[in-house]
């Protein structure tokens, strides 16, 4: 139900434009096309512009016009759902794509030393 207000009241000025992070994690799939339905009538009734993130490809392929795949903080690559879709084969999904531009497993060991290095370069610059 939080996450329901949330949305509406974001939608609730019909902003020019609209940041969205994440719209339909928790939400059960009835809320989910419902706010999908909502985010369409945005676009194209009152010319909103939507930049959403989302780790949900049916709902990039579904509702955006260009899709962006990051890596690792970079934009890895960035075309239009069928352009991505065509550059692996005929039934090819978002899924696929993201998997091949990212691949498929987790870089195991990983060190942190740069979140720590961000996050005081935060604090001293205030």
Not at 50 to 74: N, P, R, S, Y
Not at 94 to 119: P, W
Request: aromatic share 4%; proline share 3%.
């Amino acid at each position: 139900m939080i996450r329901r207000l949330e949305i509406a009241q974001a939608l609730l000025h019909m902003p020019k434009v609209l940041f969205l992070d994440e719209p339909t994690v928790g939400l059960d799939p009835s809320a989910r096309q419902l706010l999908w339905h909502r985010i369409q009538v945005l676009q194209k009734q009152y010319g909103t512009t939507i930049l959403m993130t989302t780790h949900d490809m049916e709902e990039a392929d579904v509702l955006c016009d260009i899709v962006a795949f990051m890596h690792h903080g970079h934009i890895i690559r960035m075309d239009t759902p069928s352009k991505l879709k065509e550059t692996i084969g005929h039934h090819a999904t978002l899924n696929d794509v993201f998997m091949q531009c990212a691949g498929t497993t987790i870089t195991e060991g990983d060190s942190y030393t740069h979140v720590k290095q961000t996050r005081h370069a935060i604090t001293h610059r205030g």
